[in-house]
């Protein structure tokens, strides 16, 4: 585990610049578009006006950036869904038949460019399993359930189980999954504890307890998934085939959601990885939401968009990235925070589902990394031109500023202009 920043630290070393401090990015993906007409925003910084989708940024709207107008050229005219999916991260060409082809993705590109600098890489979670098979076009499901992909041939397998997630992260294997993390860092906490300003040792105090109660409530969730396990066993067939709770995933969604944006929020604090990305809902998705009085599954849904009930799931999933955009700005950072130094992107495949419309997505941005990114304001390039409007262009402007200089990625050449 990583410290926190804490003013008491400069004594133990060279004075913090606020360049010494990590970049961080993150994606948090929800499948089938939103209801555009609750979508919008206009102005900049504390004027800013944020739609009723969009309204649960409402505490940190001078971090964001909401981008209208992009869109994923080569995911067009291919088809439904998967085609739509498989290259929305690479902008690669994506292939039909038995053999999967699409991109590396950006998460992956920047986790292979810093990667070794944390004890993992990158983590890829997911609040769905994946699906198998071909859907009608002639794609491949894998496009559909998965985001980041390591190599054209090969994603990143999502991991959905919060205990898993966090077992991964801190190195938790054999018997120390029964032993706090805590435990096996208090020996040297207590001795720092001795060194610091007594408003630093609150701020660690306020750190490590933080970590415990995630971690507790990851410890349930344990529990769940070995009951799982045994059940499986009694009823002789896989785990992921049952129906959650039944194999050991949260039965209500918001736990599951909120936890693994925990989980990420602590991976950045804790420094064990810098990349992340969050699958809330994989595109074709079979999420119900019963707490949201929706009575249809997740992809039904999205064929009525403009409903009262698909804007309700829009909001819950952009409301992921306001709960983990408000708690990376609740950790100071120097002069700043956690999210100043991080860029956290929400993006779906598609605008809208009634007509399964890719021709612009929605975007937003969260975070300045270090500020390279300026925030507060709305973009709009709809009606740019395709060649200025290209979310690899995005891409390239966020790799430049992790030091990532390419010449071109995916169909961009050129970086977004305004950025």
């Given at each position: 585990m990583a410290l926190p920043w804490l003013?008491?630290?400069?004594?133990?070393?060279?004075?913090?610049?606020?360049?010494?401090f990590p970049k961080r990015f993150a994606v948090l993906f929800m499948g089938m578009g939103i209801n555009e007409n609750f979508w919008s925003a206009e102005g900049s910084g504390a004027d800013m006006k944020l739609s009723r989708t969009l309204a649960p940024l409402e505490p940190v709207k001078r971090k964001i950036n909401v981008i209208e107008g992009l869109?994923?050229?080569?995911?067009?005219?291919?088809?439904?869904?998967?085609?739509?999916?498989?290259?929305?991260?690479?902008?690669?060409?994506?292939?039909?038949?038995?053999?999967?082809?699409?991109?590396?993705?950006?998460?992956?590109?920047?986790?292979?460019?810093?990667?070794?600098?944390?004890g993992q890489s990158s983590i890829v979670l997911a609040c769905e399993q994946p699906m198998?098979?071909?859907?009608?076009?002639?794609?491949?499901?894998?496009?559909?359930?998965?985001?980041?992909?390591?190599?054209?041939?090969?994603?990143?397998?999502?991991?959905?189980?919060?205990?898993?997630?966090?077992?991964?992260?801190?190195e938790n294997r054999g018997t120390l999954r029964n032993m706090s993390i805590l435990d096996r860092v208090k020996d040297d906490a207590a001795a720092l504890a001795r060194q610091i300003s007594s408003n630093d040792k609150a701020k660690l105090d306020e750190y490590l307890t933080s970590?415990?109660?995630?971690?507790?409530?990851?410890?349930?969730?344990?529990?769940?998934?070995?009951?799982?396990?045994?059940?499986?066993?009694?009823?002789?067939?896989?785990?992921?085939?049952?129906?959650?709770?039944?194999?050991?995933?949260?039965?209500?969604?918001?736990e599951h959601a909120r936890l693994m944006c925990d989980i990420i929020a602590i991976a950045f604090q804790t420094d064990r990885t810098r990349v992340a990305t969050l699958l809330l809902a994989r595109d074709l998705s079979a999420l119900y939401y019963p707490f949201l009085n929706v009575r249809e599954?997740?992809?039904?849904?999205?064929?009525?968009?403009?409903?009262e009930g698909y804007e309700r799931i829009s909001h819950f999933h952009l409301s992921q990235l306001a709960y983990l955009a408000t708690k990376l700005d609740s950790?100071?950072?120097?002069?700043?925070?956690?999210?100043?130094?991080?860029?956290?992107?929400?993006?779906?495949?598609?605008?809208?589902?009634?007509?399964?419309?890719n021709t612009r997505l929605p975007v937003v941005l969260a975070g300045g990394l270090g500020g390279a990114l300026k925030t507060g304001r709305t973009l709009n390039y709809l009606d740019a031109g395709d060649d200025n409007r290209k979310l690899c262009s995005l891409y390239l402007s966020i790799m430049d500023r992790f030091g990532i200089p390419l010449d071109s990625f995916g169909d961009a050449q050129t970086r977004l202009e305004q950025l």
């Open positions: 003013q008491s630290l400069p004594a133990f070393g060279a004075k913090t610049a606020p360049a010494a869109f994923n050229k080569p995911a067009t005219g291919l088809g439904i869904h998967p085609a739509q999916t498989g290259s929305l991260l690479s902008g690669a060409k994506i292939q039909k038949g038995a053999i999967i082809k699409a991109g590396v993705t950006i998460d992956q590109v920047i986790a292979n460019r810093i990667g070794q600098d944390t198998t098979g071909y859907h009608e076009t002639n794609f491949s499901m894998a496009y559909s359930s998965h985001i980041s992909w390591q190599s054209p041939d090969s994603p990143v397998p999502n991991e959905v189980y919060p205990s898993l997630a966090f077992d991964n992260l801190f970590v415990r109660e995630v971690e507790k409530r990851v410890d349930g969730m344990r529990r769940i998934k070995d009951q799982a396990g045994d059940l499986a066993k009694q009823r002789n067939r896989p785990v992921f085939s049952m129906e959650r709770p039944a194999n050991g995933l949260p039965e209500d969604l918001r599954g997740h992809h039904a849904a999205s064929h009525d968009n403009l409903s950790m100071p950072e120097g002069d700043g925070t956690v999210l100043d130094n991080s860029c956290l992107m929400f993006l779906s495949n598609m605008w809208h589902g009634r007509k399964h419309d």
